[in-house]
């Protein structure tokens, strides 16, 4: 049966409602200029661009699957979880995000805290960089240094001194991906995990235990994943007949290099994400 959402399909982009450089509307628009049929806006715990996502995905005539991506962590490692057609209502999830959202906050507060000792950059300055209510985090702080000219750009600035191994690298509380999955299914979505063969790979017992709570699938098209890695999950994803998606983890023309439909996923595997979603309407 041929998907009711046209491809190609690029299923992980960011705006500036979270730490990408352009805002949903122009996502969109770049996306449609790409040739893509299908995307998803999936900023990081939030859905503040969805409606003006949907807006622009209408006028531009392309299938949009509203997201998020959530933040966890799984022992030391960072885990970020794919959630597709979720009701951002459910008590549950929607207390979830904003804890994750507050934390956020108070980690980029002492990051940029520790660096001002060393550096001329302040709390303002950071600020000043964010787009209207989106969540404080690191890659605003990038910009603000790009903007007082200590680094060239926001690569240079994560590769340096926001290092997540350098003297000015502040931890975050996160929930489980276990919470998370199990929250995004409890609302009607689809829990995907994103970018899952990198090199914080969970392990193959844990990725089983997600599995059986509700995991749906595993987005193996991805430019930070390891060749080995992919190898394992698909062979996991074969058994267990989970969704595999590709994507490009877009965060516009001046954020990452990545660029939109780098990576995609195939008409059978949005079609499933629609089937197994009931938490909120696509756009089609």
């Known amino acids: 049966m041929p998907s009711r959402a046209p491809g190609p399909a690029d299923l992980h982009l960011h705006s500036v409602r979270s730490d990408g450089t352009e805002l949903p509307r122009d996502v ?14 999936t900023d990081h715990d939030t859905v503040a661009g969805w409606d003006e996502a949907k807006h622009a995905a209408r006028e531009r005539g392309i299938a949009l699957l509203p997201g998020a991506e959530f933040s966890t962590k799984h022992a030391w490692r960072s885990v970020h979880v794919l959630g597709y057609l979720f009701d951002p209502d459910e ?9 994750v959202r507050h934390d956020r906050v108070g980690r980029a507060r002492s990051i940029v805290d520790a660096i001002a000792r060393d550096y001329a950059i302040t709390w303002e300055s950071v600020l000043a960089q964010r787009e209207g209510d989106a969540t404080i985090g690191r890659p605003h702080i990038a910009d603000a240094l790009v903007a007082a000219g200590i680094v060239p750009g926001r690569d240079e600035a994560f590769a340096s001194i926001l290092h997540h191994r350098g003297p000015y690298y502040v931890g975050h ?3 489980s991906p276990h919470e998370v999955v199990t929250r995004i299914v409890a609302a009607g979505g689809v829990a995907i995990i994103a970018h899952p063969a990198g090199r914080d790979m969970l ?4 990725i089983e235990r997600l599995v059986d709570a509700g995991l749906h699938g595993f987005e193996l098209g991805h430019r930070e994943n390891r060749p080995d890695g992919v ?3 698909r062979e996991i994803a074969v058994a267990r007949d989970l969704i595999v998606t590709g994507s490009s983890d877009y965060h516009g023309a001046a954020g990452k290099p990545n660029v939109i439909g780098e990576n995609t996923t195939s008409p059978e595997m949005v079609e499933r994400i629609l089937r197994a979603a009931s938490g909120t309407d696509p756009v089609l």
């Open 173 to 175: 509380a996160a929930p």
């Open 28 to 41: 969109v628009s770049a996306a449609a200029d790409a040739g893509m049929g299908t995307i998803a806006l």
């Open 91 to 99: 008590p549950g999830l929607a207390a979830l995000m904003s804890g």
């Open 203 to 206: 392990p193959r017992r844990a």
């Open 231 to 233: 190898a394992l999950l």
